[in-house]
């Protein structure tokens, strides 16, 4: 009699033992994997925007660094349409980046040549040289102006000249401008053999002579021995440019403008120019001349 109840313990028993199981092999959620996060690239510059005022028709050059904080490869330096004609950097690529290492982009700021007061703006993109470009961000703002200073000197001329320039001296007779740095060896009193780099004087002509008269006359006729000489006209009025540019070795003034007026004759001279610059220079001279007013 004891059997049925034998065989019913016993399912019970196979039962439990079948939860329990179920129970242990109910799988449970395993945690949720993140997904790794990578970090971008980020470069480093030396200035945080690149400004600059530009006189017109000249150019300058300045130079600015920077790093990358991760290693790169195929790197591309380009500009913004906006800055087209404007500003222009070497080089334009690098095989490489090593991270936190400077690396050095030579910038050229190029002004229109005219005498308008303009702004141009945009960036400066550090990407790589793939496809789809990517971007590294910040890039270099890019801030650069046309400017200059226009001033009625005691000659009674209208003088429009690069804004960080000065002038240097000025009386009835002479006007001298000065860039920075020469006015900077100007200052230095043991310093007696340097002089502005442009000079405009008032040579009285008190017998009316020709032009040419006068220019032969002048000095004993010193600019006779120049390279070559141009008919002009400055303010309206009949000029002769006289240059020694590209001689082995040269005269000084390197460049000299005759203006002829009615009592008196106008020299404007460009007086021996710092060799690195004198490009420059000479298209501060050039753009000086173009814009005088008497």
Same mark, same amino acid.
């Given at each position: 009699?004891?059997?049925?109840? +034998?065989?019913?313990?016993?399912?019970?028993? +196979?039962?439990?033992?079948?939860?329990?199981?179920?129970?242990? !092999?109910?799988?449970? #959620?395993?945690?949720?994997?993140?997904?790794?996060?990578?970090?971008?690239?980020?470069?480093?510059?030396?200035?945080?925007?690149?400004?600059?005022?530009?006189?017109?028709?000249?150019?300058?050059?300045?130079?600015?660094?920077?790093?990358?904080?991760?290693?790169?490869?195929?790197?591309?330096?380009?500009? /913004?349409?906006?800055?087209?004609?404007?500003?222009?950097?070497?080089?334009?690529?690098?095989?490489?980046?090593?991270?936190?290492?400077?690396?050095?982009?030579?910038? /050229?700021?190029? !002004?229109?040549?005219?005498?308008?007061?303009?702004?141009?703006?945009?960036? &400066?993109? &550090?990407?790589?040289?793939?496809?789809?470009?990517?971007?590294?961000?910040?890039?270099? /703002? +890019?801030?650069?102006?046309?400017?200059?200073?226009?001033?009625?000197?005691?000659?009674?001329? +209208?003088?429009?000249?690069?804004?960080?320039? %000065?002038?240097?001296?000025?009386?009835?007779?002479?006007?001298?401008?000065?860039?920075?740095?020469?006015?900077?060896?100007? @200052?230095?009193? %043991?310093?007696?053999?340097?002089? #502005?780099?442009?000079?405009?004087?008032?040579?009285?002509?008190?017998?009316?002579?020709?032009?040419?008269?006068?220019?032969?006359?002048?000095?004993?006729?010193?600019?006779?021995?120049?390279?070559?000489?141009?008919?002009? %006209?400055?303010?309206?009025?009949?000029?002769?440019?006289?240059?020694?540019?590209? %001689?082995?070795?040269?005269?000084?003034?390197?460049?000299?403008?005759?203006?002829?007026?009615?009592?008196?004759?106008?020299?404007?001279?460009?007086?021996?120019?710092?060799?690195?610059? @004198?490009?420059?220079?000479?298209?501060?001279?050039?753009?000086?001349?173009?814009?005088?007013?008497?």
């Amino acid at each position: 009699m004891r059997k049925p109840f +034998v065989i019913l313990a016993g399912l019970a028993a +196979v039962v439990v033992v079948g939860l329990l199981l179920v129970q242990r !092999a109910k799988p449970h #959620p395993l945690p949720a994997l993140s997904s790794p996060q990578t970090e971008q690239p980020t470069i480093i510059w030396s200035v945080p925007t690149l400004t600059g005022a530009m006189f017109p028709g000249t150019s300058s050059t300045t130079v600015v660094t920077f790093r990358s904080n991760q290693n790169l490869a195929g790197v591309v330096v380009e500009a /913004t349409p906006s800055l087209d004609g404007i500003v222009s950097v070497s080089p334009m690529s690098f095989a490489s980046l090593a991270a936190n290492q400077s690396y050095q982009l030579t910038f /050229t700021l190029k !002004a229109p040549p005219e005498f308008k007061k303009r702004e141009f703006g945009g960036t &400066i993109h &550090i990407r790589n040289n793939g496809k789809p470009p990517k971007t590294y961000a910040p890039p270099l /703002t +890019v801030n650069v102006r046309t400017d200059w200073n226009t001033q009625r000197t005691a000659l009674g001329l +209208v003088v429009s000249y690069p804004p960080a320039w %000065t002038i240097y001296s000025s009386s009835e007779s002479r006007v001298s401008l000065a860039s920075p740095a020469r006015a900077a060896v100007l @200052s230095d009193p %043991t310093d007696v053999d340097t002089s #502005p780099e442009i000079s405009i004087s008032v040579l009285p002509n008190p017998t009316h002579l020709q032009l040419a008269e006068f220019i032969s006359a002048y000095h004993a006729g010193w600019f006779s021995h120049y390279r070559s000489s141009a008919p002009i %006209t400055v303010a309206g009025k009949p000029a002769v440019l006289f240059s020694d540019i590209g %001689t082995l070795v040269g005269l000084s003034p390197v460049e000299a403008a005759f203006v002829t007026t009615d009592s008196s004759v106008i020299l404007i001279t460009l007086n021996d120019p710092e060799t690195e610059n @004198s490009s420059t220079q000479l298209n501060i001279f050039n753009q000086i001349l173009s814009t005088l007013t008497f």
